[in-house]
């Protein structure tokens, strides 16, 4: 399409043309001649003497130079053969005023330049209309209204074509071509108004079978042509007056759409563009036609600039047509329209400027320019924002019912969540039940449909008709209802998490309950000397003391955690009968923050040393010594007593203390070993800290 008009460029420059126009004067009834960029003025009547061709004079009237070539004298027809032989002429005339004038008239070739800026915009326009056309059947090549609207997009273009061409029309024309330019004008327009029918007859509802509609247009195609012959060679009026009948029944048919489609939802988005469409061209109209001719308005509009407003009229009906696929291309469409409606605002303000406040048509373009840019751009602002907090609003609603779904106690709150997390995100007309659930969202049935993956525990879903019926569902919409699917499953993730962790401190205080304080208070009660008791007990309360600490969350130091050790470690010895020999050491100065499952497990170390000491030498004094070096604690904890075989040694709760203390030093990235000898038993333990997680206070 793009070369075809290239091609038919260079068809209209390749014409040829001479120094001299003719035209009828804007503002008397008289001829405006001019030869080589100079006017004159000349009565329609007043004779103009061409000599030097085939050896004759040739006398034309002006209001012959100005008439349709096709209309053309013989005289004129004589003129126009010999400038096309490339030869010249001399012209004389006398203009309104009585001055004689003597030109001469030469053949030459028309330049690009000197297509205006009207001829660019009126082919841009026409071009853009049949590519539009072209990609709405192209979006929807298996509805019959989108090929319609195709072929009245090619219509548009090839009217524009020979409207185009008629303008370049001149002396040296041939009759011939003007004939046939009209001619296909006529055929080109019928053609233009019954294909825009059959687009109403075929959408929204069809009103035909598609095999009715190509029957019909058969038809109506050949009643058309028949039309314009008899336009052509009887009478004009009886074209005009069938093109008039087209027209009405476009109207009708547009009313019958609307009045069919008006509750329907899934044509109803395709209505409302239709009649924003419609409307925009009836407020065009009035404004830049009726109004000029009732006198209302001084300024009006002309063909010209009418034209590409009637392109965007003409764009917004296949918007209409092809809008679940076409909106969905990322907005792209929708900055054409601003683009092209902003355009638009500074023709009409430019049209009131000119007519209320300066009739100087550069200052009312630059004040049009001005004023629409104030106007639209702070607009246009104002929407973004208001259509981010919109959409700010709706997620937040969404999250907050999304989140009720990650929470939900059963199977019917997750569904019903689910439900108002999709009706808060999308507000369908419909939400049911997908009996067919799918991987990922997915769009359907040309955007009227939205189909949504089962979450959560909660079923797949099916949307129909977005914001109540009022839009299609488009591309956005399926990355928001990614988006509200990924935040949702971090939430169920988040939640597991929680629930594990939960799970597993529940865990780890019944098996230290029962590990440690349980088992030291089922021996105290079957003790029968006091002291032992009381030393249980006192055993078991620092168990629940760690515990508590432990629940706390918080990190303890390694300073802290030996002081209080050394401080246990005196009473329990005090109240064995033993001595303890356990000197202050450098730990007391270290950083070390260790979390819960460390200490827990340095405590198990050095109370189930000192019970073994206590219980089971048979000694009297207790030695203990540690070195923190290198990252790595090292502690050695000594008797005086007979020292018992190794796997004699019980755990003092009645477990295996030993092989307990091997497999702590183990998950501690360390070691543990008990020894004898005939002056004592000895326990050593090595652990490497700075291969253990830094503690974090969870308060911080």
């Known amino acids: 399409m793009v070369l075809g008009v290239l091609g038919f460029v260079w068809f209209m420059l390749s014409l040829g043309s ?204 050949i009643a058309a042509l028949a039309c314009v012959l008899l336009g052509h060679f009887i009478d004009a009026r009886i074209s005009y007056s069938v093109q008039m009948v087209e027209y009405l029944v476009l109207l009708a048919l547009v009313g019958i759409q609307f009045w069919l489609g008006r509750r329907d939802p899934v044509i ?53 047509i092809v809008r679940t696929s076409l909106l969905s291309l990322d907005g792209w469409v929708r900055n054409i329209v601003l683009s092209v409606a902003f355009l638009a605002a500074i023709l009409l303000v430019d049209i009131a400027l000119l007519t209320f406040v300066t009739r100087q048509q550069e200052v009312a373009l630059g004040l049009a320019f001005a004023g629409a840019a104030l106007v639209y751009f702070p607009l246009r602002e104002w929407l973004a924002r208001r259509q981010e907090r919109r959409r700010l609003a709706v997620v937040q609603h969404a999250l907050s019912r999304a989140a009720d779904l990650v929470f939900a106690a059963n199977d019917q709150q997750r569904s019903e969540s689910w439900r108002a997390a999709v009706e808060a995100s999308f507000q369908p007309l419909e939400i049911e039940t997908d009996p067919a659930a799918v991987p990922v969202p997915a769009i359907g049935q040309n955007g009227t449909i939205l189909r949504l993956p089962s979450l959560g525990g909660a079923p797949a879903l099916l949307c129909r008709h977005a914001d109540g019926g009022r839009r299609p569902f488009v591309t956005g919409d399926l990355d928001t209802a990614a988006a509200l699917i990924r935040m949702t499953e971090r939430l169920i993730a988040t939640r597991d998490a929680y629930l594990a962790g939960v799970t597993e401190e529940r865990h780890r205080i019944a098996r230290d309950l029962h590990d440690d304080v349980s088992g030291r208070l089922m021996i105290s009660l079957h003790r029968s000397d006091t002291d032992g008791m009381r030393q249980d007990v006192r055993e078991a309360m620092a168990d629940i003391r760690t515990i508590v600490t432990g629940l706390a969350g918080k990190p303890r130091e390694l300073a802290d955690l030996m002081a ?79 020292a018992k ?38 326990a050593r333990f090595d652990i490497d800290l700075s291969a253990l997680p830094l503690a974090t206070d969870p308060g911080h």
């Open 18 to 221: 001479a120094n001299l126009t003719a035209e009828p004067a804007g503002n008397h009834d008289g001829i405006v001649l001019t030869i080589d960029g100079e006017p004159y003025d000349l009565a329609i009547d007043a004779p103009v003497l061409f000599s030097g061709i085939s050896g004759e004079r040739l006398v034309i009237p002006a209001g012959q130079l100005a008439s349709d070539p096709a209309l053309a004298s013989l005289q004129r027809q004589q003129l126009a053969a010999h400038l096309r032989a490339g030869l010249t002429t001399s012209a004389s005339f006398s203009d309104l005023s009585g001055t004689p004038h003597d030109r001469e008239v030469r053949p030459r070739s028309i330049r690009l330049d000197e297509l205006d800026a009207s001829d660019w915009m009126g082919l841009a326009s026409a071009l853009l209309g049949g590519l539009f056309g072209l990609a709405v059947w192209a979006s929807r090549p298996q509805l019959p209204a989108a090929l319609s609207y195709a072929v009245v997009g090619c219509l548009l273009l090839a009217s524009e074509l020979t409207y185009r061409l008629s303008l370049k029309f001149g002396i040296m024309t041939w009759p011939e071509l003007s004939v046939a330019t009209s001619l296909l004008n006529g055929i080109v327009l019928h053609g233009f108004g019954l294909a825009f029918v059959f687009v109403f007859l075929l959408f929204p509802k069809p009103l035909l079978t598609p095999r009715t509609a190509v029957a019909a247009a058969a038809a109506s195609g």
């Open 268 to 320: 109803r988005p395709s209505l409302i563009m239709l009649l924003a469409s419609i409307l925009l061209g009836i407020a065009l109209y009035a404004l830049m036609v009726l109004l000029p001719v009732l006198g209302l308005v001084k300024a009006s509009l002309d063909e010209d600039a009418a034209f590409p407003l009637f392109v965007l009229i003409y764009c917004g009906i296949g918007t209409a």
């Open 564 to 642: 209080d050790l050394r401080e246990e470690s005196r009473s329990r010895c005090e109240a064995a009968g033993f001595k303890l020999d356990w000197p202050p050491d450098d730990i007391a100065e270290a950083g070390h923050p260790l979390d819960y499952a460390v200490y827990r497990h340095l405590l198990a170390l050095f109370r189930e040393s000192v019970s073994n000491a206590l219980r089971h030498s048979g000694g009297s004094a207790v030695t203990i010594r540690t070195t923190l070096g290198d990252g790595r604690l090292s502690a050695l904890i000594a008797d005086n007593g007979t």
């Open 645 to 682: 075989p190794q796997d004699a040694l019980p755990r003092s709760d009645g477990g295996h203390g030993l092989d307990n203390c091997r497999l702590r030093a183990r998950s501690l990235n360390g070691h543990f070993a008990f020894d004898r000898n005939p002056t004592g038993s000895t």
